[in-house]
Structure formats: C-alpha cells, structure tokens
C-alpha cells in the first residue's frame, strides 16, 4: 500500500530563516510524482513544488527546495528566508497510478514568528 | 466563478441512516476527489475519478459510494452511517496534475457527525 506520513505536527520558524519539513512515503510504483502543497485558512490548495520521482535532481522554486531522497523515501521541503506570509498548514501528497490516485500525509502547521 | 462547491456544510446523522454529499465544480475538471480529515490523521482519499463515468477507490472506500455521470458533479453516498464515519469531509478536483499549469481546489467541507 502506497503512504505518506509526515512526522511533524507544528514547526515554528522566525521570520527569515530557514525550515525545513519533513515527508517520507512508501510506494511500489516506479513511476510517481511528489507534490508540497500549502493550505490557508481558505483551504484552497496551493501547489508550492513537485518532484518527478525519475528525475534525480532535487526541485527548487524560488525560496522552495527539496531534498529527494528516492533510496531512503524521503521528501522534506527547505523554505529559506522564510515571510510571515508562509505560515499555512503544509501538506506532502503522492501521485501514483498513472497520475489519476493523490495521497496526502497528515500535515504540518507552520507558524512563523515575526 | 464558483469553484468546489459542496452541500450541506453541516450534519447530523444517526447511526444506520442514509445521505448523499454533494460535490459540483465549475471549471471543467476532469479528476475529482474525496477525502475525510480526521483530527490529526491528515487526508485520507475515499474515491477519486478521472472522468464522467470513471471512478475508482482510494484509501478508506468501504462504507462509501460514488458516481460521476456528469463531469460537473461527483456526489458521496453513505449507506448505512456508522459513528466511524464521523469526520469532515473535502470533495476537490484538478486539472491533470502533471501539467505545469495544474491546480487543484478543494471545497469548504462537510463536518459529518453520526450519533
């Protein structure tokens, strides 16, 4: 069975500097995607970055970085000078069969102290 | 524009009862989900689809139905409601997620409640 588990309930960063959320997942497929997203109080879901589980170079997206560990499971999202703006629950999520099927770990509150 | 629209935002049902969840998105997405959020225990996918007239099982189907004969609506049935199926639920949908202009919306949620 394909899962993704985040171990980390809440994290508190102060403003401008550096996070980093963790994310490991369990999956038979060889071709899957991995997916950070943000949810705001709004609940929309905002896709923060993805990571093609072919390519071996980790994703990056302005002050977003991952580091993707395929051996070992693991997908933890690096914010970098982090904004007050960034405080949302995140979410790490699989994509799996084909594209059709998305899991989702149990997510992380952020907080970030000014 | 609407988005995810999901109905009722609220409801209380007893034990054996029956309901539908509704679930309509206006922008033309093809893949549409449903998930519960339990406290703590993140987002667990019931059934998703990929089209009008495909769906498939996610994570936690049993206790749950679905249909998609429209692409516009994706409704949630419960059968028989068991306390375990207390929890709020999230209906969404998605452009294809592999494209680069994907986006994916989730509704404002059913809290569910089965006494």
């Known amino acids: 069975a394909q899962t993704v588990t985040q171990s980390q309930p809440e994290m508190s960063v102060q403003e401008a500097e550096t996070v980093t959320l963790s994310c490991t997942y369990d999956?038979?497929?060889?071709?899957?995607?991995l997916f950070w997203y943000k949810q705001p109080p709004s609940r929309q879901m905002i896709l923060v970055i993805r990571?093609?589980?072919?390519?071996?170079q980790n994703a990056t997206e302005n002050r977003f970085s991952v580091n993707f560990q395929k051996a070992a499971k693991s997908f933890s999202l690096k914010i970098s000078d982090s904004q007050l703006g960034d405080a949302a629950m995140y979410f790490c999520?699989?994509?799996?069969?084909?594209?059709?099927?998305?899991?989702f770990g149990q997510g992380t509150e952020l907080s970030v102290k000014p | 524009n609407a988005g995810v629209t999901q109905t009722p935002k609220f409801r209380i049902l007893k034990i054996g009862q029956s309901m539908t969840l509704q679930c309509t998105q206006d922008m033309n997405h093809n893949y549409m989900y449903w998930y519960r959020q339990d406290p703590g225990m993140g987002l667990k996918l019931i059934y998703y689809s990929v089209g009008a007239g495909i769906t498939d099982k996610g994570e936690v189907p049993n206790g749950y139905n679905v249909s998609r004969s429209t692409t516009e609506d994706f409704p949630l049935r419960l059968e028989l409601a068991a306390p375990s199926q207390t929890s709020v639920y999230f209906c969404?949908?998605?452009?294809?997620?592999?494209?680069?202009?994907?986006?994916?919306?989730f509704g404002s949620g059913t809290q569910l409640s089965v006494l």
């Open positions: 999956t038979s497929e060889s071709d899957y995607y």
């Open positions: 999520a699989l994509l799996y069969n084909q594209g059709g099927k998305l899991i």
């Open positions: 990571q093609e589980a072919y390519k071996q």
């Open positions: 969404a949908s998605s452009s294809p997620l592999l494209t680069t202009n994907e986006k994916l919306f």
